[in-house]
């Protein structure tokens, strides 16, 4: 029998991760425009590490609460739009394909002891008829990003088919995130980047959690 967290738990964890995301840029926003201004001067003078600093912070957003949006923000004011987009993308790939990677090799196997075969079926067919759209829209949405990177290794949704779903959904991402944050810059506008690095993903967030609530209703 499988223990599963209680609902409280599980609102509270949610809670902090959002805060991580959100909160934490919102309350520090002094701080988070010192030192966006800072990264913004390490980027003229060492372009290439930066861009490999962002491009991996982005990464290793998949395992760490790495605020994405922030991140999102940095690399679009430090290069511009089209450079920006590429080192974004160029990190949220490399999250999207840790994350399979450990849904499929790593999590699979943990999931088909406590799960058993039957509930691992229903994750691939639930993968096989709704997994694109899902990856697609979670892109802006704090947490679910994450989620399902994983969740598609773990039903097993064949490789070539997400690494073509996420090179375009990430594309997408890329560019809206650098296209802000290089309007913050040239218009030097602090708000604008805070819109994008805070106001992006809540709006993201609270959307899907409108359709999650439309969905439930209408399954009743």
């Not at 609902?7 to 934490?24: E, F, K």
């Not at 999102?72 to 739009?81: E, K, P, S, V, Y």
């Not at 999931?111 to 509930?119: F, I, M, P, S, V």
């Amino acid at each position: 029998m499988v223990t599963r967290p209680a609902p409280l738990l599980r609102w509270l964890v949610i809670a902090a991760l959002l805060m991580s995301v959100v909160g934490v840029p919102l309350i520090f926003r002094e701080e988070f425009i010192a030192v966006s201004d800072r990264i913004l001067a390490a980027a003229d003078e060492r372009p290439v590490a930066a861009a490999v600093l962002i491009a991996s912070a982005l990464t290793l957003d998949v395992f760490l609460p790495v605020p994405n949006g922030v991140t999102n923000m940095l690399a679009g004011a430090a290069f511009g739009f089209a450079v920006g987009t590429l080192v974004i993308w160029v990190g949220l790939m490399g999250a999207s394909l840790a994350g399979y990677a450990l849904g499929r090799w790593a999590a699979r196997p943990l999931a088909a002891r406590l799960l058993g075969a039957d509930d691992l079926e229903k994750a691939h067919k639930l993968a096989e008829r709704a997994g694109p759209i899902t990856l697609i829209v979670s892109r802006f949405v704090p947490i679910l990003c994450e989620v399902t990177v994983i969740a598609a290794g773990i039903a097993g949704m064949a490789f070539g088919r997400f690494v073509a779903v996420m090179a375009l959904a990430n594309l997408g991402a890329a560019m809206l995130f650098a296209a802000i944050g290089a309007a913050a810059v040239e218009r030097a506008s602090a708000d604008l980047l805070m819109l994008g690095a805070i106001g992006v993903p809540l709006a993201a967030w609270l959307g899907w959690q409108g359709a999650e609530r439309w969905r439930t209703r209408q399954a009743r």
